[in-house]
Antibody, heavy 122, light 109 residues
Framework: EVQLVESGGGLVQPGGSLRLSCAGSGFTFSDYWMTWVRQAPGKGLEWVANIKQDGSEKYFVDSVKGRFTISRDNAKNSLFLHLNSLRAEDTAVYYC???????????????WGQGTLVAVSS | AIQLTQSPSSLSASVGDRVTITCRANQGINNVLAWYQQKPGKVPKLLIYDASSLESGVPSRFSGSGSGTDFTLTISSLQPEDFAAYYCQHFNGYPHFLTFGGGTKVEIK
């Protein structure tokens, strides 16, 4: 059974940093692109970042470029999101998600973690 | 940048109703579109990908159609477990980014 389990969320002050983790199991982690998606309280879904299987390609939504980084450790079946210079508008549940194994030129999500809440407030 | 506009933002319907949700892109996106269902307090679930392909395990009352700029998600006979929010999503390969529609909340009438 495919499982994705996030951790690392919490309350942080504006300007602070946090590292989120996502542990994958039940599939060959190194075979898949992985993603972070966030959802502000009561709001819709927002894509945050993608990372290729070997970590050689990384992409970010404009609003987090230069502040967030994405990485992975395939030996530990783990995905990470490093959040720096946090702002109130970064407050959200952060989900890790797996790319659906469809054609390379499509990118959808077939499995999601339960999410971890990041709250940015003084 | 490609933007997805869903309509309506919310709707009220009864069990057994046929429900249609629309997702409009501000430029042509071929059929690169997915639909997700999210129940309150739960994670999103993939329903449809490539505009009209039903994800494995998803009931056949869900269907998707469209190409280019206009897409629809149809629930042929609304069931109690279908009351949820629905989101469309597109992937653009170059430049590489993903975008979601604003969502449609389906509520009990």
């Amino acid at each position: 059974e495919v499982q994705l389990v996030e951790s690392g969320g919490g309350l942080v002050q504006p300007g602070g940093s946090l590292r989120l983790s996502c542990a994958g199991s039940g599939f060959t982690f190194s075979d898949y692109w992985m993603t972070w998606v966030r959802q502000a309280p009561g709001k819709g879904l927002e894509w945050v970042a993608n990372i290729k299987q070997d970590g050689s390609e990384k992409y970010f939504v404009d609003s987090v470029k230069g502040r967030f980084t994405i990485s992975r450790d395939n030996a530990k079946n783990s995905l990470f999101l490093h959040l720096n210079s946090l702002r109130a508008e970064d407050t959200a549940v952060y989900y890790c998600a797996r790319k659906h194994p469809v054609a390379a030129r499509r990118y959808y999500f077939d499995y999601w973690g339960q999410g971890t809440l990041v709250a940015v407030s003084s | 940048a490609i933007q997805l506009t869903q309509s309506p933002s919310s709707l009220s319907a009864s069990v057994g109703d046929r429900v249609t949700i629309t997702c409009r892109a501000n430029q042509g996106i071929n059929n690169v579109l997915a639909w997700y269902q999210q129940k309150p307090g739960k994670v999103p679930k993939l329903l449809i990908y490539d505009a009209s392909s039903l994800e494995s395990g998803v009931p056949s009352r869900f269907s998707g159609s469209g190409s280019g700029t206009d897409f629809t998600l149809t629930i042929s006979s609304l069931q109690p477990e279908d009351f949820a929010a629905y989101y469309c999503q597109h992937f653009n390969g170059y430049p590489h980014f993903l975008t979601f529609g604003g969502g449609t909340k389906v509520e009990i009438k």
